[in-house]
């Protein structure tokens, strides 16, 4: 299984990006899929999940309002669009795949993909 996210970058607080993972070596639609972030010096964190359909989503508080996560299953990709960018956002995101996600937590997550850095700084 390979996750490879791409989309990070430095930005100034207030702004945009938006992540892409690329999945393969899975059946994509039997999993659900999300983003965790890990700071500097912190533990990894929860950032946001979406269901198999894509119909089912859930945020971190610290994001809800701001991120939109989102996938595509005919191109077994996901997406995390952030806006409204802070400077606590700062951190390397982490593409991950789970048969079953507990919306809110970072355990018993069956793949994980390396990271991308986000860096909000003026």
């Known amino acids: 299984v390979q996750l490879q996210a791409s989309g990070g970058g430095l930005v100034q607080p207030g702004g945009s990006l938006r992540l892409s993972c690329a999945a393969s070596?899975?059946?994509?639609?039997?999993?659900?899929m999300g983003w965790l972030r890990q700071a500097p010096g912190k533990e990894r964190e929860f950032v946001a999940v979406?269901?198999?359909?894509?119909?089912?989503?859930s945020y971190a508080d610290s994001v809800k309002g701001r991120f939109t996560i989102s996938r595509d299953n005919a191109k077994n990709m996901v997406y995390l669009q952030m806006k409204d960018l802070k400077p606590e956002d700062t951190a390397v995101y982490y593409c991950?795949?789970?048969?079953?996600?507990?919306?809110?937590?970072?355990?018993?997550?069956?793949?994980w993909g390396q990271g991308t850095l986000v860096t909000v700084s003026s």
């Open positions: 991950a795949a789970s048969i079953q996600w507990e919306a809110g937590s970072t355990r018993g997550i069956d793949y």
């Open positions: 070596g899975l059946t994509f639609n039997s999993y659900v």
């Open positions: 979406v269901g198999y359909s894509g119909i089912s989503l």
